[in-house]
């Protein structure tokens, strides 16, 4: 006896292996069918997705990771404004006292607690801050040279200074004439998180042989 077929017709497997391969194309999905352009041109744009996606997620995550290691890092620059820490500074009265620097300046002492620092390449730059007159500007080069500014203690004349580059840290080494001539220096030292900087000077009067030294703390103000 004929047997229909699944499909309407009227032929019949003959074997196991026909009949096999006949329930199979019947029933069973032909994943390995050829694709038409526009599916294979869809798949690739879904790998380019996926694929743009894994960039811009590594991108971002290694931008996090330099701005993590920027902000956990200690700030090396001693450029930057400073704000005087007046508990850990040390007293300028001995100081003030070899130059037998007027009472109205050193009333004007009180009043000076910033200083900014510009550190380049080329020259050192700092600012003592105290509002009008008694603001002290000072810039040397790093070549070497001699430069001369304004006494720092308002009197008339100048002093001669220059900038050298020690261990401990930058410093400014000058000299003044009489009135109460002399010689001093401020040497800049960076604490290791960067966030203090200590000014340690020292001064000493040629015709009285008499000197001292004082340590100012400035603590790094934020940005």
């Not at 400073?82 to 009043?111: H, I, N, T």
């Not at 008339?156 to 004439?177: C, F, M, N, Y």
Request: aromatic share 6%; with cysteine.
């Amino acid at each position: 006896m004929r047997r229909l077929g699944m499909r309407g017709d009227v032929s019949e497997p003959k074997g196991p292996c026909a009949m096999f391969r006949h329930i199979s194309t019947r029933f069973i999905p032909q994943h390995n069918a050829p694709h038409t352009p526009l599916d294979r041109a869809a798949g690739l744009q879904r790998h380019l997705t996926v694929l743009k996606r894994q960039v811009n997620d590594l991108e971002s995550a290694q931008a996090a990771s330099v701005s993590a290691l920027h902000a956990a890092g200690p700030n090396t620059s001693l450029t930057g404004t400073w704000r005087k820490d007046k508990d850990q500074s040390e007293s300028m009265d001995m100081a003030c006292e070899l130059v037998k620097l007027p009472w109205l300046y050193r009333k004007a002492l009180l009043v000076l607690n910033q200083l900014e620092v510009e550190d380049t390449d080329e020259h050192i730059k700092t600012t003592i801050k105290a509002g009008g007159l008694m603001d002290v500007v000072e810039c040397y080069p790093w070549d070497g040279r001699e430069v001369s500014h304004k006494r720092r203690d308002k009197r008339k004349g100048t002093h001669t200074g220059k900038a050298v580059r020690l261990k401990e840290g930058p410093s400014v080494q000058i000299r003044w004439d009489n009135p109460y001539g002399g010689e001093g220096s401020d040497t800049f030292i960076l604490s290791e998180d960067g966030t203090t900087l200590t000014q340690a000077s020292w001064m000493a009067i040629r015709d009285s042989g008499e000197s001292c030294s004082y340590r100012t703390v400035y603590k790094r103000c934020s940005s």
